[in-house]
């Protein structure tokens, strides 16, 4: 007989202790790195702060990219701990240029660390990560990247790329849960990080991090891990092994580039251009001058379909369509696409839906499923 009181979402076993350490590297080997990695209890924002606390101390100078608010909050944090921070703020809802980074880092006499993300969920963009990491390299800086909104739709090489701290989350690309972290810390950086005394028993110290896990041969993680979210880690970690990571790179590229040639077939200029520039996991597309994003977003969830705003000072002048993780297939995208041009059309704006659907649908019919875990290299 079943017993009536037992929740499976409450009545969960104990993540056992001895499963942190292998947790941990798996996201190593999906990293590329041989560098440390941090589970951290917590959303990937508490990752980040994380890193701006045990990093940030006086007489350091920081390059910190601004390509969304998130990197506001980074340059506020590091502020925080008494760094010189030198912001280097892209366009609103467009990625840093390299020639404007270029110009940023070419000011400064001295250079300790740069502060930049890989992509952007709050408007569909990637910077330049690989040209950026050459330079920092020239520099000698650490490199420090918020990999979150990217990890799992795009390549992402640490050791290959020198980066020194890099931060992702399961919630995106994998579909994993969103109340744990990972940090990935290399021995160099290491030596750089210098917890303030007053974050010294702080969850948010690295340090105390390390000296509570790492130095005690990753045992149990301090404080109560949840086992919900760590054992959700765990099963999201089980179904990308399934599908492998390079399929689900190349299934991310083929939802985004399906969903910019459907924009365009439909007489639409996706809000970033350049395919180079896009985001594998959200695309954005424009809303016109003389239409209220409101009615938009409105018009789409009549039809069932869930589009959102961007984020920040271009909150009003686009609207994402979603496929990441489980999303980044046909079915979403073609209803992604088809919604917004019907609500373009009930806005009085003109959008050729049948080539729209089209357009996605050629995508899709013209490239076959990989095998599960077949490793072909990403297309993009």
Not at 68 to 81: T, V
Not at 275 to 286: E, F, G, I, N, R
Request: hydrophobic content about 45%; glycine content about 8%; proline content about 6%.
């Amino acid at each position: 007989m079943t017993d009536s009181t037992w929740y499976p979402l409450l009545d969960l076993p104990a993540y056992p202790a001895e499963r942190f350490a292998p947790l941990a590297d798996r996201l190593a080997a999906l990293l590329n790195t041989r560098n440390d990695v941090l589970l951290i209890q917590g959303e990937a924002i508490i990752a980040l702060e994380s890193v701006a606390v045990s990093l940030s101390r006086p007489g350091m100078h920081i390059l910190n990219v601004v390509t969304s608010p998130y990197g506001l909050y980074f340059s506020q944090w590091l502020r925080r701990g008494g760094a010189t921070i030198h912001d280097v703020k892209a366009h609103s809802g467009f990625p840093v240029s390299l020639e404007e980074f270029s110009h940023a880092l070419d000011k400064l006499a001295h250079i300790d660390a740069v502060v930049v993300v890989h992509g952007e969920a709050a408007s569909g963009i990637v910077n330049p990560l690989a040209d950026i990491a050459a330079l920092v390299k020239q520099r000698g800086a650490l490199l420090i990247v918020d990999a979150v909104a990217s990890f799992g739709g795009h390549t992402l090489d640490v050791d290959a790329l020198g980066i020194d701290l890099a931060v992702i989350g399961p919630q995106k690309a994998l579909g994993g849960p969103a109340g744990v972290s990972a940090i990935s810390v290399s021995e160099r950086a290491w030596q750089q990080l210098n917890t303030p005394a007053s974050y010294a028993q702080s969850c948010l110290s690295l340090s105390e991090l390390k000296r509570q896990w790492l130095d005690r041969g990753r045992q149990s993680l301090p404080g109560m891990p949840s086992s919900l979210d760590f054992w959700g880690l765990e099963s999201a970690l089980d179904r990308l092994d399934k599908e492998g990571l390079v399929n689900m790179i190349n299934r991310h590229i083929l939802a985004t580039r399906a969903t910019r040639a459907g924009l365009r077939a439909m007489g639409v200029v996706p809000w970033v251009p350049e395919d180079d520039q896009a985001s594998a996991l959200v695309t954005a597309a424009p809303v016109p001058d003389e239409v209220n994003i409101d009615d938009l977003l409105d018009a789409t969830a009549r039809l069932g379909v869930t589009l959102t705003p961007g984020v920040g000072a271009i909150s009003r002048r686009l609207i994402r369509l979603n496929h990441t993780g489980p999303n980044a297939k046909f079915s979403t995208v073609l209803a992604n696409v088809v919604a917004y041009g019907a609500a373009l059309i009930q806005a009085g704006q003109p959008a050729d839906i049948a080539a729209a659907a089209a357009a996605v649908t050629r995508h899709y019919a013209s490239l076959p499923e990989p095998a599960a875990g077949s490793q072909t290299e990403p297309t993009l």
